[in-house]
């Protein structure tokens, strides 16, 4: 029930504008560490999973949209499986390394530390983008809060890969964002039936706002 232009619109300029953005951080937090940053890696290596899927998938659907239509693919059910396939992959490469050392107790504590830190983020955002300042109705601000979190694995672990290429302390690295990514996945579900539940309470309040208007 959120804004579902504004989630598609920041999805893929959000995509694209990490092609450019993300190198730079990255080089901006490491440019005073011995981390040697191969910014020209990064950018083909973006440049070839971000945009060249995006523009074929273009290609795809202006010359065979109505084709593609008639066959019924189940493409929401392959989208789904794709994302839980990689979430899988990622998980047996990091923790099928030899060197992975993280004890028990640790990988607990980040799991609930990146859960604590998801929903702090989320009320963050849906409280202010419910309030009065910003002017946003509450389409925008449900788009706000699923978007302003989420975070992508198909983006961060092959930058990982290639920065701490031959680390010993790569597997480490990955964990952070092998849990956030489930976890939105997991808050992201949990959260749709209360938020179904809040836009019907806010527009049957406008409904009666405008009735009892008209009345007066």
Partial sequence: GGNEAA????S??????????TPMLILLLLSSSEVEVPTEKIFQQLFMTVVAPLVIGQLIRNNWYRWLQRQQLPYSTTGQVLILFIIYTTFCATFSRTDSNIDTLS?????????????????????????????FNCDDSVAITFCGTHKSLTLGIPIIEIIFEGNP???IFSIPLLIYNPMQIVLGGLCVEPFKAWL???????????LLGLQV
Avoid: E, Y
């Fill in 7 to 10: 989630s598609v619109f920041n």
């Fill in 169 to 171: 302390d790569i597997s």
């Fill in 107 to 135: 990988f607990i504590s980040t799991i609930v530390l990146i859960t604590c830190f998801q929903l702090c983020i989320m009320a963050l955002l849906l409280g202010i983008s419910s309030s009065s300042m910003f002017g």
């Fill in 200 to 210: 019907a309470g806010q527009k049957r309040g406008r409904s009666t706002q405008q």
């Fill in 12 to 21: 893929v300029f959000g995509s694209i504008l990490g092609i450019f953005v």
